[in-house]
């Protein structure tokens, strides 16, 4: 990981002070390293994406509030100014399964994002069963590969060849559990086990690392 530009060190530590941890107390949740999160908090590097989603979740905070897209209380800060054009190919479903759009289009992202992640490009989120860590309408940065590596972490995945979703996804034996990150709790986790007929195939698409909202998005 780049050495931080700051603008997600500035809100680590306000997130963890408002959520009334010490940085200590978050170690022992989370199992990250003390040594770790004080780096982070302190500018020296920044957080991978999958951490970044640990932190939210323990400190009942928005993602955006840890990537410096806003602050804790909602005050939006602007992206680092080197930016980096990359392909927003379609939109994705986080709910109900939805067929992959392509769309010609581009973004800017940040310079020091781009160049931890070449080959990534944006899908389009739409709906709710990821809100505690994708926001529906924000575009997710997926960073391609065809294997979960880190299980439980956000995956970009097409179900039947062509229908494609972000969820925490789960190996099994042989098969995957798909499971939403939702403040609704009518989401439910979706199990394809390969050893039952008629299961449809999921092809992993690759590891969401980052996000952004567009222009004009409501918080």
């Not at 992959?100 to 973004?107: L, N």
Request: aromatic content about 8%.
């Amino acid at each position: 990981m780049p050495k931080s530009q700051g603008y997600t060190a500035d809100f680590l530590g306000d997130a963890r002070r408002a959520a009334g941890y010490t940085q200590k107390e978050v170690a022992d949740k989370t199992g990250i390293p003390l040594g770790t999160i004080r780096r982070w908090e302190q500018g020296q590097n920044d957080p991978d994406m999958g951490s970044l989603m640990q932190l939210a979740e323990l400190y009942n905070a928005s993602l955006d509030s840890m990537i410096g897209l806003a602050s804790v209380n909602g005050v939006i800060r602007p992206i680092p100014s080197e930016t980096i054009a990359v392909p927003l190919l379609g939109s994705i479903a986080a709910g109900t399964p939805i067929k992959m759009i392509a769309v010609e289009d581009t973004y800017d992202i940040p310079a020091e994002v781009h160049n931890s992640y070449p080959k990534a490009f944006l899908l389009k989120v739409t709906g709710e069963s990821m809100n505690r860590v994708l926001p529906n309408g924000c575009y997710a940065l997926i960073n391609p590969c065809d294997t979960v590596e880190h299980p439980m972490k956000a995956y970009a995945v097409c179900v039947n060849g062509f229908d494609a979703t972000i969820k925490r996804v789960k190996v099994l034996e042989n098969g995957y559990e798909l499971i939403p990150d939702s403040n609704d709790p009518t989401f439910r986790p979706q199990i394809y086990d390969y050893n039952e007929p008629d299961t449809d195939p999921v092809t992993v698409i690759g590891q969401v690392v980052w996000y952004m909202v567009p222009f004009g998005f409501e918080i």
